[in-house]
């Protein structure tokens, strides 16, 4: 079965230090990959993704990620974290060949706390 | 920017009731989506659409059905609320099937069966 794993449910960082948030997935084919961040009582938001070509790729916020095929994973990371970049995180992806919709496979989500 | 709104930010709900859950996006998408996000297991797909009046099952149909008779509507209903539905409810709309545009969300909606 196709499925997204992010083996941690809560991550915890002080600010200033750098910040992982793990992702591995298990799906057919050549993925695309996203993050999503989701503040409190608020819907998703787009982070970044990785198409194709280059396997870091960088996003919203100061985020970047990195797409490793050989382990199937997509971790996010960030150089500095910052107190504001706490929210739960959640690690998508499409399948391709996808049967022709564009349906994302999500994660279970990570909680970054990032304590002062 | 793409907008996706939903019409109610929190709802309670008896069981038993006919809910409608309603969804509007302003930018032409033809892909939308219907998520259920509970804590632990992430976001579940119920339904989504990849055009006007058509429609799919996702993971987790039982209970659910949707409505498309607009491009820019979908609408999620429950036929007969029941507690276990008690869940956050998610809209996202895409432009296309290609796959490279990912998913912009609505706010979603908090909604509590009793």
């Known amino acids: 079965a196709q499925s997204v794993a992010q083996p941690e449910d809560q991550v915890n960082v002080a600010e200033g230090n750098p910040l992982t948030v793990k992702c591995t997935y298990s799906v057919s084919g050549n993925p695309y990959l996203f993050w999503y961040v989701q503040y409190p009582n608020r819907g998703l938001q787009f982070l970044l993704k990785?198409?194709?070509?280059?396997?870091l790729v960088k996003g919203s916020y100061g985020f970047e990620a990195e797409f490793n095929k050989s382990q199937t994973s997509f971790h996010l990371k960030k150089p500095s974290a910052l107190v504001s970049d706490s929210a739960l995180y959640f690690c998508a992806v499409r399948p391709w060949p996808s049967g022709g919709y564009n349906k994302l496979i999500f994660g279970a989500g990570t909680r970054l706390a990032v304590h002062p | 920017d793409v907008k996706v709104t939903q019409s109610s930010r929190y709802l309670v709900k008896r069981t038993g009731e006919k809910v409608f859950l309603e969804c509007v996006q302003d930018?032409?998408?033809?892909?939308m989506f219907w998520y259920r996000q509970d804590p632990g297991l992430g976001l579940r797909l119920i339904y989504f659409s990849y055009d006007v009046k058509m429609k799919e099952k996702g993971d987790i149909p039982e209970g659910y059905s949707v409505s498309r008779e607009k491009k820019e509507r979908f609408s999620l209903i429950l036929e007969s609320a029941s507690t276990n539905q008690t869940s956050m409810y998610l809209c996202?709309?895409?432009?296309?099937?290609?796959?490279?545009?990912?998913?912009?969300f609505g706010s979603g909606t908090r909604l509590t069966v009793v």
């Open positions: 996202a709309s895409s432009p296309d099937s290609s796959g490279t545009y990912g998913y912009t």
């Open positions: 990785y198409i194709t070509g280059d396997n």
């Open positions: 930018m032409d998408h033809e892909n």
